[in-house]
Structures are given as structure tokens and as C-alpha cells.
């Protein structure tokens, strides 16, 4: 399959600008343009884009994620196994943030309700 800037921007929740810039940094380069002069990104594209967007979330600036992609010991299974366990790591985090959040709210509600019957 082969997506436009247009389409690629859509299904990736990127902008066509930032995709313009990849390019022009030379992190993500079509593989070709259309006869109309548009940039053509494939299958390998769309997973280059991946790792980029998995590296951007774990806070990684474009020139490291440049020499990652590029250097010639990249696994990308490897990669892809230390982006989930980074993003497992994360979710566990977020899940004890929500439930200290909830625990304090249900705090607040019974000394709210004590406080309503001694009234």
C-alpha cells in the first residue's frame, strides 16, 4: 500500500508539516514522488515512521533517533520489545497515579459525608 503526505499525516495523527520536515532532515525520505511531484511513502515508510513516533514518546530528539534508525547494529524487533516494556513501565505508573487520585477522592467523600452527618 502507498499513502500521500495527506494520507500518512491522517492515519498517523502527524502533520503534513512535520512530515515535510522528516524529510527535508532526511529521517523519514519517500522512497519516490508522483508524477505530480507528491512524496510516496510505502509499507517501510510506515514502520520508519513508528519507531520515529515510539522514540518521540519516549522523549528522544530527532538526531538520536536519526543515528538509531540508521546504524548498522538497529534491531528492530529488539526496539520494538524495549519500546513495550518502556511503554508497560508507563501504563503501571499511570494506573498507580489514577488509583492515588481515586483513593484520595473517596477520602475526601467519606469526610465530606462525616462531616454533613455531625452537622
Not at 532532515?25 to 515510539?54: H, W
Not at 481515586?102 to 467523600?109: C, E, Y
Not at 469526610?111 to 452527618?117: D, F, H, N, V
Request: glycine share 6%.
Amino acid at each position: 500500500m502507498e499513502y500521500t503526505v495527506n494520507e500518512l499525516s491522517k492515519i498517523s495523527g502527524i502533520s503534513t508539516r512535520t512530515l515535510r520536515y522528516y524529510d527535508q532532515i532526511e529521517l523519514l525520505v519517500p522512497p519516490r514522488l508522483s508524477s505530480s511531484g507528491y512524496r510516496i511513502y510505502g509499507e517501510n515508510e510506515v514502520d520508519i515512521l513508528r519507531q520515529i513516533l515510539f522514540y518521540r514518546e519516549l522523549g528522544v530528539n530527532l538526531g538520536e533517533i536519526k543515528k538509531l534508525l540508521n546504524s548498522p547494529g538497529y534491531d528492530k524487533e529488539k526496539s520494538l520489545q524495549e519500546h513495550l516494556d518502556e511503554l508497560l513501565q508507563k501504563k503501571a505508573r499511570i494506573e498507580t497515579l489514577i488509583n492515588s487520585v481515586n483513593d484520595t477522592i473517596q477520602s475526601l467523600k467519606r469526610k465530606a459525608a462525616i462531616y454533613c452527618l455531625v452537622l
